[in-house]
C-alpha cells in the first residue's frame, strides 16, 4: 500500500478567509503535489501548518505513519519532530554565511565529521562544487535556489515543500530551472508539496495537484486532468486552460515545431528538440471555429472535426470539437447561431501557432 499524507484542517485569522482544507494524497517516493491557486487562496497557510508554522484550531495532519497534528488528541509535534525539508518563497538564506555554512546551518545534532560529510554531499548533489565558500550575494538566483534547496535536503527529511521556489527568480531564469527543478526531485527520490500560481510550473513539476480557492481545496488529481476536465466552474476559472493534451516534437526549425497530437498535427512556437514529450496547451479563447471551406483566417492550424458538446456558461457558449483529439473553443450565442453549431456538425478549428503553448513533460512516463 502506498503511503499517504492526511489533511483535514481548520485555520482561523482575524479579518481573513478561514482556512478548511481537506485532502489525501498518496505519497510515493519523487512523488510531487501541487498546491495551486490564485494569490491569497490560502496555499501558503496550508503549507505553513505542514511544516508547524501555523497551528490549526482544529484537525489532522498524518503523514505516513506519523501523526503531525491530532487537536482532539492533542498532539501538535513541533517544526523540527517532523522530519521535512522547508524551502520559503524568498529561500532565506544568511547573507553573512558561505554556502557551505548555510547547507550546515540545519545539522547542529551532528558531529563535526558528519555534518562535514553531509554538506559535501549536498554540494556534489546540486552541483555547488568551487561555491562553498561564497556568500549569497555572489551567487545567481538559480545558484542561490539550489543552495536553499540543499539546505533543506541535508537533513535527510521524509517531505520537501516547497513554496513558490521560482517566484524569486526573472522569467528567463525561471524557464531554464524549471525541467532542472523536476530532474532534482525526481533524484532525490523524496515526495515534495509545491506551491505554485504558475500553470507552467504546476504542469512541469507535478504529479499530483490540489487546487485550492477560498482555503478550501476544491479538485485533486493529475495536473493534465484538472486543467482539462475542471469539476465545476470555479476550479474552471481558476486553471483558466481549456484543451491541456499529450503530444510528442517530431520536428523543429527556425523556432518552429511540429507536434503530434492524438492523430493531428499542431504547429507551435517553441525550440524544444525532435522527440520531445509535452504538454500541449490551448486556451478556448484562442480558438476560432469556421464552417468548412470559409477559410476566413490566416492561423497556421486549420484542424477538420465535429463538434461533440455545446455547454452554455451564460453569455458565452463552449464548444467541445473531436478533431484528433478533445479541443474547446469559446464563442458567442450569435457565433453558435450563425454556425449551426451542434453536436455532429463539421467544423473546422483555426489556431494560430503562438496561441499552441508547449510545456515538456519529462519525467512524467
Known amino acids: 500500500m502506498a503511503a499517504e499524507m492526511i489533511v483535514d484542517i481548520a485555520k482561523t485569522f482575524p479579518g481573513r478567509q478561514p482556512i478548511t482544507a481537506s485532502l489525501k494524497v498518496a505519497l510515493d517516493p519523487s512523488t510531487v503535489l501541487i498546491l495551486f491557486g490564485p494569490s491569497g487562496s490560502g496555499k501558503t497557510t496550508i503549507l505553513r501548518c505542514l511544516a508547524g508554522l501555523e497551528r490549526p484550531e482544529r484537525g489532522v495532519i498524518r503523514c505516513v505513519s506519523h501523526t503531525w497534528l491530532d487537536t482532539g488528541r492533542g498532539i501538535c509535534l513541533p517544526p523540527q519532530a517532523r522530519r521535512i525539508g522547508y524551502l520559503p518563497q524568498e529561500y532565506a538564506l544568511f547573507p553573512t554565511y558561505s554556502v557551505s555554512g548555510n547547507i550546515g546551518y540545519g545539522l547542529s545534532g551532528l558531529s563535526s565529521e558528519e555534518r562535514r560529510r553531509r554538506v559535501a554531499e549536498v554540494?556534489?548533489?546540486?552541483?555547488?562544487?568551487?561555491?562553498?565558500?561564497?556568500?549569497?550575494?555572489?551567487?545567481?538566483?538559480?545558484?542561490?535556489?539550489?543552495?536553499?534547496?540543499?539546505?533543506?535536503?541535508?537533513?535527510?527529511?521524509?517531505?520537501?515543500?516547497?513554496?513558490?521556489?521560482?517566484?524569486?527568480?526573472?522569467?528567463?531564469?525561471?524557464?531554464?530551472?524549471?525541467?532542472?527543478?523536476?530532474?532534482?526531485?525526481?533524484?532525490?527520490?523524496?515526495?515534495?508539496?509545491?506551491?505554485?500560481?504558475?500553470?507552467?510550473?504546476?504542469?512541469?513539476l507535478?504529479?499530483?495537484?490540489?487546487?485550492?480557492?477560498?482555503?478550501?481545496?476544491?479538485?485533486?488529481?493529475?495536473?493534465?486532468?484538472?486543467?482539462?476536465?475542471?469539476?465545476?466552474?470555479?476550479?474552471?476559472?481558476?486553471?483558466?486552460?481549456?484543451?491541456?493534451?499529450?503530444?510528442?516534437?517530431?520536428?523543429?526549425?527556425?523556432?518552429?515545431?511540429?507536434?503530434?497530437?492524438?492523430?493531428?498535427?499542431?504547429?507551435?512556437?517553441?525550440?524544444?528538440?525532435?522527440?520531445?514529450?509535452?504538454?500541449?496547451?490551448?486556451?478556448?479563447?484562442?480558438?476560432?471555429?469556421?464552417?468548412?471551406?470559409?477559410?476566413?483566417?490566416?492561423?497556421?492550424?486549420?484542424?477538420a472535426g465535429q463538434v461533440r458538446d455545446v455547454t452554455s456558461l451564460g453569455a458565452v457558449v463552449r464548444v467541445g470539437i473531436d478533431c484528433g483529439f478533445l479541443l474547446s473553443a469559446m464563442v458567442t450565442r450569435s457565433a453558435l447561431d450563425e454556425l449551426h453549431l451542434a453536436p455532429g456538425t463539421p467544423v473546422v478549428a483555426a489556431v494560430k501557432a503562438g496561441a499552441v503553448h508547449v510545456v515538456p513533460r519529462r519525467d512524467h512516463a
Open 206 to 303: 507535478g504529479d499530483q495537484m490540489a487546487v485550492v480557492s477560498n482555503g478550501c481545496v476544491r479538485q485533486v488529481g493529475p495536473p493534465q486532468k484538472v486543467f482539462s476536465r475542471p469539476q465545476n466552474a470555479e476550479v474552471a476559472r481558476i486553471v483558466g486552460i481549456e484543451t491541456v493534451v499529450q503530444g510528442r516534437i517530431i520536428e523543429s526549425c527556425h523556432g518552429l515545431a511540429t507536434v503530434d497530437v492524438g492523430s493531428a498535427k499542431l504547429t507551435a512556437l517553441a525550440n524544444d528538440e525532435s522527440g520531445s514529450d509535452v504538454f500541449v496547451c490551448i486556451r478556448a479563447e484562442d480558438v476560432t471555429l469556421e464552417m468548412e471551406g470559409m477559410g476566413v483566417t490566416s492561423a497556421r492550424n486549420r484542424l
Open 123 to 204: 554540494v556534489t548533489l546540486f552541483r555547488l562544487e568551487g561555491l562553498e565558500h561564497a556568500r549569497p550575494g555572489e551567487l545567481s538566483g538559480g545558484q542561490q535556489q539550489r543552495v536553499a534547496l540543499a539546505r533543506a535536503v541535508a537533513r535527510r527529511p521524509q517531505l520537501l515543500l516547497l513554496d513558490e521556489p521560482l517566484s524569486a527568480l526573472d522569467l528567463p531564469t525561471r524557464a531554464t530551472l524549471r525541467a532542472e527543478l523536476r530532474t532534482m526531485l525526481r533524484r532525490l527520490a523524496i515526495p515534495a508539496i509545491v506551491v505554485t500560481h504558475d500553470w507552467e510550473e504546476a504542469l512541469t
